[in-house]
């Protein structure tokens, strides 16, 4: 007499819990086939292009107020002008989250002024303007010593700081955010005499800027 084989529930159980298991495999590998695949791209793009970091150049800056109170508390009025400039031929950028500040001997003496966000294109060039002011600010017992030293010396040195974030565009592509720092040195004729008008510095001078 022959044996009729036959599967128990148990088995067919298995057999179709393996294949589920092959089927998440398969969509699996494809998925991270086509996700390496898209990555390979993007940074191959990226290499080719190689984008350059945008440069910066102080156009202007007017300093209209920088005197104490109280000893120690700093009222400060700065006018500033900058020229940016996209040096890439075929990548974009989006400034976001941008602000400017002025220092001085290493102090902040105003307060962060936001700078609207703005798309650069290829090669683009954009003039911005900011009026850094400070009330009150708190300053080192050394800013009076400091600035009459520099007042006998003959000239005053600022340091004009942009910090924020960009973003780069290549074709439909955008980038993640990336850190931007500028930082732009203003030097200004300051005699033993405080003059009536504001100290101004024209210089068109390249500023430091690292992403």
Not at 76 to 86: F, W
Not at 102 to 109: D, E, L, P, V
């Amino acid at each position: 007499m022959s044996q009729a084989l036959t599967k128990s529930p148990k088995h067919c159980g298995n057999k179709q819990g393996l294949n589920i298991g092959k089927l998440y495999k398969k969509l699996f590998l494809v998925f991270s086939t086509l996700s390496t695949t898209i990555l390979s791209i993007i940074l191959l793009v990226w290499l080719i292009l190689h984008p350059t970091k945008p440069e910066f150049s102080l156009k202007e800056a007017d300093i209209y107020q920088l005197n104490l109170s109280g000893g120690h508390l700093l009222n400060s009025s700065v006018q500033l002008t900058l020229l940016s400039k996209n040096p890439n031929q075929k990548v974009g950028i989006y400034y976001d989250e941008l602000k400017v500040y002025a220092a001085y001997k290493g102090q902040q003496i105003t307060v962060y002024t936001s700078l609207p966000p703005f798309y650069q294109g290829h090669q683009d060039s954009n003039v911005l303007t900011a009026s850094l002011v400070g009330t009150g600010l708190p300053v080192a017992p050394s800013f009076g010593y400091e600035v009459g030293r520099d007042q006998t010396a003959g000239r005053l040195v600022l340091n004009l700081k942009v910090i924020g974030r960009l973003r780069w565009k290549v074709g439909t592509w955008v980038s993640g955010k990336y850190r931007v720092n500028v930082d732009c040195l203003a030097v200004m004729a300051f005699g033993p005499s405080i003059p009536t008008g504001p100290l101004t510095s024209r210089q068109g001078t390249q500023c430091s800027t690292t992403v």
